[in-house]
């Protein structure tokens, strides 16, 4: 069985609330060929960014489930308090329903938004205990109530991870808003090519230094795209917190959650030797495979030399990782950080 970790799916124009629109919180085009927000706007391009398309992708390349993540643009960070409550219930249940209409083919996430804690731990609560989400999605930052960016590691969501802990869920930590928080020009891709794997970084850092993988033993964390520039950061990491102990006073070296039981990372990192890099510093069995579809920097047909499960295909075939690591990584490896059997599947 093929397990994807790491995709998204948009929902039916029809289902979305007339007060997104209205509001321009976020909307889809009628014809389907836009998906927009306030003055953004991006082309909804390629295969499965639908449900029905989605399905006849996975079948067409052999993907026998997948997990659905939150949109993006559902984080909500910086909205207010009721935008934010309507907006990321409508997301939640849109995602309960594709996970209970489809369920051999998909396990969905659910996402909160910890600047309105209480709304947050209250939506935790309802998506575990009434819509039998399990897998909560958070931004690498969120925007609070000073206007401030912190990470998600931050002590002011330990509340959210104390619940997470709680109900033992997995955790998916991905980034958006680079360009909100970044003061440079939005040019060149900068924010989706550079800053959004330093976003992720970042919040690795923080997730890290203060012990989270232990202080919360009972969930699983894996980072979107790889962790990729906190996997190459490593060693930087290792000697500042060695050459200044005082700026690290009471938190914990790095060393010691490198290749945690509990923290996983996507395959999503677009070439063999970074994740070779990937392996060597947390271990093969962390890794899940990542496809980020239906997006152009996702693994999917008709962007240069890409297909679904290239990089592990490449890595298998120059010996980067064995035939059976490469079978985990599509399988076992997702089912353990979801804390799920394979009967839960086979519905």
């Not at 979305?16 to 927000?37: G, N």
């Not at 998909?106 to 897998?135: H, S, W």
Request: proline share 5%; hydrophobic share 40%; net charge neutral.
């Amino acid at each position: 069985m093929r397990i994807n970790g790491h995709g998204h799916i948009l929902p039916e124009p029809f289902q979305i609330p007339k007060f997104m629109k209205e509001k321009k919180l976020f909307w889809i085009d009628e014809d389907k060929k836009f998906m927009k927000q306030g003055d953004w706007s991006r082309p909804i391009t390629g295969k499965g960014f639908f449900i029905k398309d989605k399905i006849e992708w996975m079948n067409q390349h052999k993907i026998d489930h997948a997990i659905m993540l939150c949109l993006s643009q559902l984080y909500c960070n910086g909205w207010k308090k009721q935008d934010c409550i309507d907006a990321i219930r409508f997301q939640n249940d849109f995602n309960a329903s594709v996970q209970r209409d489809n369920p051999g083919k998909f396990t969905c996430g659910f996402v909160v938004q910890p600047l309105y804690m209480d709304n947050a731990l209250m939506e935790i609560e309802r998506c575990v205990n009434e819509l039998e989400l399990k897998l909560l999605c958070l931004p690498t930052h969120f925007l609070n109530a000073h206007g401030e960016w912190l990470s998600i590691a931050d002590g002011e969501v330990d509340p959210i991870f104390e619940l997470a802990n709680k109900y033992k869920l997995a955790i998916q930590i991905h980034p958006y808003d680079g360009e909100k928080m970044i003061a440079l020009k939005n040019q060149y891709w900068r924010f989706h090519l550079v800053w959004m794997m330093a976003q992720c970084a970042d919040s690795l850092h923080l997730f890290t230094l203060r012990n989270l993988p232990n202080k919360y033993p009972n969930i699983r964390t894996c980072f979107a795209h790889g962790g990729m520039l906190g996997i190459a950061n490593y060693g930087r990491r290792i000697q500042g917190f060695d050459g200044r102990p005082d700026i690290f006073d009471k938190l914990q070296d790095p060393r010691k959650t490198l290749g945690h039981e509990n923290l996983y990372f996507d395959t999503l990192v677009h070439d063999s030797h970074t994740l070779d890099l990937l392996k060597k510093r947390v271990g093969a069995s962390q890794l899940i495979i990542g496809l980020d579809d239906p997006f152009p920097l996702g693994e999917i047909e008709g962007v240069g030399t890409s297909y679904p499960g290239r990089v592990v295909d490449y890595a298998v075939e120059i010996g980067v990782i064995t035939e059976q690591e490469g079978k985990d990584i599509w399988h076992k490896n997702v089912l353990d950080w979801l804390g799920i059997t394979i009967k839960a599947l086979d519905k």
